[in-house]
């Protein structure tokens, strides 16, 4: 690379970086940290970035920029050899460096291939390969010096599926033929299963929040920026007992929580398919009873009397002003802040098991566009979903799930409110 450009990249990675939070991740195609000497291998430089521009790619192998892949988001490396092998990284002007992951080229009769990133919830596979070109057989998979797997022929081993307590020692045996002997060899690696998405935490707006105020509990984690677009599913807890099911939306609330809404809330979020599931902290909450103060009886009189006084001056001023008020601006029209919501679903007769999703459908004024509304949803009269999400979902949807469905919804500060039609919604089993 010339001088030149090496003074605009480094320049543009300091200007561009300040405070930059994009962090791409190196992946491998085939996805094995290992290759023999003679395959050949692809890396991406994967990064997710909200600008749609054309970006620049710089890579680097142990800390060493490496100008002949420049400008390229995947590189092949053909007939690899062993100095291929490495630390391997990339950076684009607008992103942060990447984490390392080292590729392995290994010129050994056996090599064990594992994944150089393994997940919870990952199918994971290893290879027991021989090197390309010889003839292998019985081939033997161990971990921790206990054997999981063996086989005839094949050289590919389904471990399964990776939770936390699968990390370890692997190691593979097999013969591997050489002219017309066939001899023994084996190779080992360790496994490290890395976190899909940290232990949620719930989180409550107040701790102590007075009777009739808003409740809101947002179930918060953190996915792995190599799983970003993993969907996940969350479900909310009051002493144990569910309160939302599992659903797209990471926000639980309760309108106008009252006394009984005290306890002790838990979240639990999960993938689709339920392989990973982690369940949070307790958050306690203490909805506080509304505090009346008592008024004495001559205290109630003159309220009385200064409230039909203040009717009177009020009844006067209307005849006086408001009538001529409204001459001058009869042409002034006032519009709702929004319509009257509809709750729709995607079948009214939805099987047994299937995704059940309501949806609060309603438009705001386009002079209020920017205001943001908060929605509920009831089944049979009962609260079952409060948040900013205009959706209420049942990933499986059961015969209990039958019923009439409303949904409400309000300003944040709950000085407009509207309720929908009645929904009747019948699950078959």
């Not at 192998?61 to 490495?86: F, M, P």
């Not at 209307?318 to 709750?343: D, M, Q």
């Not at 509304?373 to 209420?392: E, I, K």
Request: glycine share 6%.
């Amino acid at each position: 690379m010339a001088p030149l450009q090496f003074l605009f990249f480094f320049l543009s990675v300091i200007t561009s970086n300040e405070g930059s939070s994009i962090k791409p991740f190196v992946s491998f195609y085939p996805n094995w940290a290992t290759v023999f000497t003679k395959e050949s291998v692809i890396l991406t430089c994967n990064v997710d970035t909200s600008e749609p521009i054309d970006q620049i790619y710089y890579w680097y192998r142990d800390n060493q920029i490496l100008s002949l892949y420049t400008g390229a988001k995947s590189v092949k490396i053909d007939h690899a050899k062993q100095e291929h092998g490495g630390s391997y990284q990339c950076q684009t002007a607008e992103s942060d460096k990447s984490e390392p992951v080292r590729l392995h080229v290994s010129h050994s009769w056996l090599t064990l291939k594992v994944p150089p990133f393994v997940f919870e919830g990952d199918e994971l596979y290893v290879s027991c390969a021989g090197y390309p070109g010889y003839s292998a057989r019985y081939a033997v998979l161990y971990k921790n010096s206990k054997v999981i797997g063996s086989s005839p022929s094949d050289a590919d081993f389904l471990v399964g599926t990776t939770n936390m307590t699968m990390s370890g020692l692997y190691r593979c045996t097999r013969l591997v033929k050489d002219g017309v002997i066939y001899h023994s060899y084996s190779s080992e690696e360790y496994i490290s299963v890395k976190e899909l998405f940290s232990k949620p935490v719930a989180k409550v707006n107040e701790s102590h929040l007075k009777q009739g105020k808003v409740l809101t509990v947002t179930c918060d984690t953190k996915l792995s920026p190599h799983r970003e677009t993993t969907e996940l599913q969350f479900a909310f807890y009051r002493n144990g007992h569910n309160v939302q099911g599992f659903s797209l939306s990471s926000q639980y609330g309760v309108p106008s929580a009252q006394l009984e809404d005290s306890g002790n809330y838990t979240c639990e979020v999960q993938t689709p398919t339920g392989s990973v599931r982690k369940r949070s902290n307790m958050a306690h909450i203490q909805i506080q009873e509304r505090s009346y103060a008592p008024i004495g009886i001559g205290v109630t009189l003159a309220l009385l009397i200064l409230v039909i006084i203040v009717a009177l001056l009020v009844y006067e001023f209307r005849n006086r002003v408001v009538s001529s008020f409204l001459n001058r601006h009869n042409s002034s029209i006032r519009s709702e802040l929004f319509s009257k919501p509809v709750a729709k679903v995607t079948e009214s007769q939805s099987k047994q098991g299937k995704v059940l999703t309501v949806t609060c459908d309603t438009k705001l004024s386009p002079r209020k566009e920017t205001i943001e509304l908060q929605f509920a949803f009831y089944r049979n009269g009962r609260n079952v979903q409060f948040s900013l999400s205009n959706q209420y979902g049942v990933p499986s949807a059961q015969l209990e799930d039958s019923g009439n469905y409303t949904c409400e919804e309000q300003t944040p500060t709950g000085s407009v409110r509207k309720r929908s039609n009645i929904l009747h919604i019948q699950i078959q089993g």
